[in-house]
């Protein structure tokens, strides 16, 4: 792999498009978007919701009825008709809604200069004739033509498969190699680019062409469905038994038909895939408001699982904003004063102006550190502003550094202008730069980890003085500071390639760079314990280093630091020394490609994973986590295509509300599905035992219908939006492979549902035993035991969050008795009216299903879901 350093100024693609320009070839040429998805028209999703099975038999019902010509029946199926089909196409609607909303908010960005300015925006909005700016980690956003190139190194495996990224140069033998491609991925270097196609004309555009990418469901929403089957055939199975029972007693097919039918529409779950997709669609918007943006809907249910949190160390556990403080030469230490980018601190030995030799020495360091430097410092806009940086935080304490010493880059760089350049990764742990002087020589400068740097194959020093830097560093890194060592040297001419200049160099000292752990790492990583969670740090850092922020934060207990085996190195990794990676709390000088072997040991021993990266080679291992997490504003865009959670705000704390609000929507679901349920079974019960009381036909079609629209349709998707508990975060997750109807959740159905029979029926036979109307009692006690168990399900009852509940609960309540004391509501259902003392008794039955449910999840380890 040569390392081309050739920079070609192109002073015609200095100003970029201006802003009319870029308008108007928007309009003209379309988006920078493969085909737009297909809008899906309001007739194909309510054609959607018609074809469901249970609406079929509906209809089939409505044809039934209007046959034998019971109007009642049949007016009241088709409103559960209108009323089912209409909610299923809102949900549907607000749930893509959500999903489009986030798609947005980490669509793809682009750089591009525009009227000589350089600007991000949309990947979307980029127009044939930009030119684009690309470094490390950017994915191309459209086919272009390579204007200028510094060290550029492409992965282009999406478009062709081929794994070795290929180098990519202004001249090269073949065309080819002055060409890139959209969606092909900058894994190193730098380049200017002119858009040649962009859309469905570029090469990405061909390829996705032939695709037709899918919306796909989630785990759960598959294993609901799935359930739901079951669910369906048990529930059709017992109506018919309903059905040829009434038959046995003498009742007409008609009438039996139609109740079967009606029994089987109220007692099956119908709307749970509703609410299950919108339960998830409404959590990722919670999440995204709370700065944690989900790219996937199924992230929403798999971050209520997540057992193990790895994270990265700079800008994630750490401010990530560097300070040099100490700078070590052989000649003597000098600690360095100031705060943040400011320009502005001094240098004392002991307390005291260094000598002028220290000085010297340490402003060689600082020098060569500016040279071999590829951020800038921003001034601030306003007073109250603070100094900023732009690029590489370590590489900006370092300009920092030497702006406090009077040495600014740009000065440094007119005197020596780089003629090439070995840029760093975080294999090589190193950069080299060169440069040019005014005598001819070729100067080298050289900075990089001190294990990456203080080898004699670099240096040309006595073994004493390797030994002695060694020590330093491993001093300086016990202490938390990043430490870099910088070397330099000179040749009299340009090293072809690069890389040769690597040899024979003058170590110039060591510069020890702090980055304190943020303010909120503590109480991220304890929340993170107590919700279950472990955290486990991985990072390119040293090991010391790694060692001493971990127990800053809280990863390793200060007891535990210096215990064997929980920080590990990349090196004992790769050499097979460390039998079981779960063990391990710190991975140190790791390589991305580890972060696949890390996150692939715990998911072997079944834990649910996040994992958070930013850096280029991060990709395979954020896809490969269950939760890939990445940092919205810090982040490479490929680590944030790769991701299924962009963090808004980098801010670790959002993980940790994340996962508070996906074992929310977890915990709404199986609520939802306790209720649902224990509701239908119940109807079902009522049905197949009423006759062997003597209620030959403990409930008319009608009114089940009724029930069922009151009870699903009103309260049911209510409760979707449920708060979290209190105590959500201080119990450990749920266990990924538990069914969704596990730990104890169908015991609770079954003990529920028989609760809320014997009592309806009580009830009803009760009235029936003063001769009262007991069907009317049976209808509005089970419509009053259902919203009893809907507000006894609540974590706290009265709560003022989610009011939609209480309200939906009491206009449920308000159509159960309209359906007694409105004229034509009660000839339709064929209720009676109630006497004062039958309504009490409907009530009663309420209170003592709600008494019940509070009592049956006071019982539940894991609250009221
Ligand atoms: P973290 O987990 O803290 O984000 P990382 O994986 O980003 O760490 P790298 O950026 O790969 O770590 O850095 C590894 C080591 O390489 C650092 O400890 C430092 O010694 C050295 N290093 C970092 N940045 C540079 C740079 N710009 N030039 C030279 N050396 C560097």
């Known amino acids: 792999m040569s390392v081309s350093s050739d920079v070609h100024p192109d002073p015609t693609h200095e100003a970029g498009l201006s802003r009319e320009?870029?308008?108007?070839?928007?309009?003209?040429?379309?988006?920078?978007?493969?085909?737009?998805?297909?809008?899906?028209?309001?007739?194909?999703?309510?054609?959607?919701?018609?074809?469901?099975?249970?609406?079929?038999?509906?209809l089939a019902a409505v044809a039934l009825t209007v046959a034998t010509a019971d109007y009642a029946d049949a007016i009241i199926i088709s409103v559960v008709v209108l009323f089912n089909t209409t909610v299923g196409v809102v949900q549907e609607v607000r749930a893509d809604n959500a999903v489009a909303a986030l798609s947005a908010m980490t669509a793809p960005t682009a750089r591009v200069r525009r009227d000589g300015t350089e600007q991000e925006v949309a990947s979307a909005d980029v127009v044939p004739g930009d030119v684009l700016m690309l470094g490390?980690?950017?994915?191309?956003?459209?086919?272009?033509?390579?204007?200028?190139?510094?060290a550029l190194l492409v992965d282009e495996s999406t478009l062709t498969g081929e794994s070795v990224p290929a180098d990519k140069d202004v001249h090269g033998t073949d065309p080819d190699t002055a060409r890139l491609r959209a969606g092909t991925v900058v894994v190193?270097?730098?380049?200017?680019?002119?858009?040649?196609?962009?859309?469905?004309?570029?090469?990405?555009?061909?390829?996705?062409?032939?695709?037709?990418?899918?919306?796909?469901?989630?785990?759960?929403?598959?294993?609901?469905?799935?359930?739901?089957?079951?669910?369906?055939?048990?529930?059709?199975?017992?109506c018919l038994l309903v059905l040829g029972l009434g038959l046995l007693r003498g009742q007409s097919l008609e009438l039996m038909a139609v109740t079967a039918i009606s029994l089987v529409v109220a007692a099956v779950p119908e709307s749970l895939p509703a609410v299950v997709t919108l339960g998830l669609a409404l959590g990722a918007r919670r999440m995204a408001a709370r700065n944690a943006v989900v790219r996937r809907l199924s992230a929403v249910e798999t971050l209520g699982s997540v057992t193990v949190l790895a994270t990265d160390k700079t800008g994630t556990l750490t401010e990530g904003r560097m300070l040099l403080e100490r700078v070590w030469t052989p000649l003597g230490t000098v600690t360095v004063s100031g705060t943040g980018y400011e320009p502005v601190g001094e240098f004392l030995h002991a307390g005291l102006p260094p000598t002028p030799a220290l000085a010297d020495a340490v402003r060689e360091v600082l020098v060569t550190g500016a040279l071999c430097n590829d951020a800038s410092l921003v001034p601030p806009a306003e007073a109250a502003t603070p100094?900023?940086?732009?690029?590489?935080?370590?590489?900006?304490?370092?300009?920092?550094?030497?702006?406090?010493?009077?040495?600014?880059?740009?000065?440094?760089?007119?005197?020596?202008?780089?003629?090439?350049?070995?840029?760093?990764?975080?294999?090589?742990?190193?950069?080299?730069?060169?440069?040019?002087?005014?005598?001819?020589?070729?100067?080298?400068?050289?900075?990089?980890?001190?294990?990456?740097?203080?080898?004699?194959?670099?240096?040309?020093?006595?073994?004493?003085?390797?030994?002695?830097?060694?020590e330093e560093a491993a001093a300086l890194s016990a202490e938390g500071y990043r430490v870099l060592a910088v070397a330099a040297g000179s040749h009299t001419a340009l090293p072809d390639p690069a890389e040769k200049s690597e040899s024979g160099l003058r170590l110039l000292g060591l510069a020890a760079i702090s980055d304190p752990p943020k303010a909120a790492a503590e109480a991220t990583v304890l929340a993170c314990?107590?919700?279950?969670?472990t955290s486990v740090l991985i990072t390119g850092d040293h090991p010391a280093t790694a060692r001493a922020i971990a127990v800053r934060v809280g990863i390793l207990r200060r007891d535990e630091a210096e215990q064997p085996g929980l920080v590990v190195t990349g090196q004992e990794l790769a050499a097979g020394q460390i039998p079981d990676l779960t063990a391990v709390r710190v991975f140190a000088r790791t390589?991305?490609?580890?972060?696949?072997?890390?996150?692939g040991a715990w998911q072997a021993r079944g834990e649910v994973t996040a994992m958070t990266g930013d850096g280029v080679n991060d990709g395979p291992a954020l896809r490969q986590a269950d939760i890939g997490v990445a940092m919205g504003r810090r982040g490479t865009e490929v680590a944030r295509q790769a991701a299924d959670l962009v963090l808004a705000d980098d801010e670790l704390t959002s993980v940790v509300a994340a996962v508070e609000e996906g074992r929310r929507v977890y915990a709404n679901i199986r609520r939802f599905l306790l209720y649902a349920l224990a509701g239908g079974a119940a109807e079902i019960l009522i049905m197949l035992l009423g006759p062997l009381f003597g209620l030959v036909l403990p409930l008319r079609a009608g009114q089940i219908l009724w029930i069922n629209l009151l009870t699903h349709g009103l309260t049911g998707v209510a409760m979707g939006a449920e708060p979290s508990s209190p105590?959500?975060?201080?119990?450990?997750?749920?266990?990924?492979?538990?069914?969704?109807?596990?730990?104890?959740?169908?015991?609770r159905v079954l003990r529920l549902s028989i609760l809320v029979t014997a009592v309806c029926l009580g009830a009803s036979l009760w009235v029936r035993h003063t001769g009262g109307p007991w069907q009317t009692v049976l209808f509005l006690s089970l419509l009053a035991a259902?919203?009893?168990?809907?507000?006894?399900?609540?974590e706290r009852v009265l709560t003022r969050r989610n009011l939609s509940l209480p309200v939906a609960v009491l206009t449920a309540a308000a159509l159960g008795v309209a359906a007694v004391y409105v004229p034509f509501l009660a000839h339709l259902l064929g209720t009676s009216a109630l006497s004062w003392p039958d309504i009490g008794i409907a009530a009663a039955a309420g209170l003592i299903a709600f008494i019940a449910a509070r009592t049956e999840c006071s019982r539940s380890p894991e609250g009221r879901g």
């Not at 259902?786 to 609540?794: D, K």
């Open 21 to 58: 320009q870029a308008a108007r070839l928007l309009a003209e040429c379309g988006p920078n978007t493969l085909a737009p998805p297909a809008v899906i028209s309001l007739w194909s999703r309510v054609s959607a919701q018609l074809r469901d099975p249970l609406i079929i038999v509906l």
């Open 727 to 747: 105590d959500a975060m201080h119990r450990p997750p749920r266990r990924p492979r538990q069914h969704v109807l596990g730990g104890g959740l169908w015991q």
């Open 529 to 533: 314990r107590s919700a279950g969670i």
């Open 136 to 150: 490390e980690g950017d994915i191309v956003p459209a086919d272009a033509t390579l204007r200028q190139a510094a």
């Open 786 to 794: 259902q919203l009893g168990v809907a507000l006894g399900l609540r």
């Open 387 to 470: 100094w900023a940086a732009l690029g590489d935080p370590t590489e900006a304490a370092l300009l920092t550094g030497a702006a406090k010493a009077g040495c600014a880059r740009e000065g440094l760089l007119r005197d020596r202008p780089r003629v090439g350049e070995v840029p760093f990764d975080s294999l090589r742990k190193r950069m080299t730069t060169l440069h040019s002087t005014a005598g001819g020589a070729i100067d080298i400068c050289l900075k990089g980890a001190p294990e990456a740097v203080l080898e004699p194959s670099l240096l040309d020093e006595e073994p004493e003085v390797l030994k002695r830097a060694r």
């Open 188 to 238: 190193r270097g730098r380049a200017v680019a002119t858009v040649t196609a962009t859309g469905a004309h570029s090469a990405l555009g061909v390829i996705a062409a032939s695709l037709h990418p899918r919306q796909q469901l989630t785990p759960l929403q598959k294993r609901l469905a799935g359930l739901g089957k079951v669910l369906a055939l048990v529930t059709v199975g017992l």
């Open 591 to 599: 390589s991305p490609q580890q972060k696949l072997d890390i996150v």
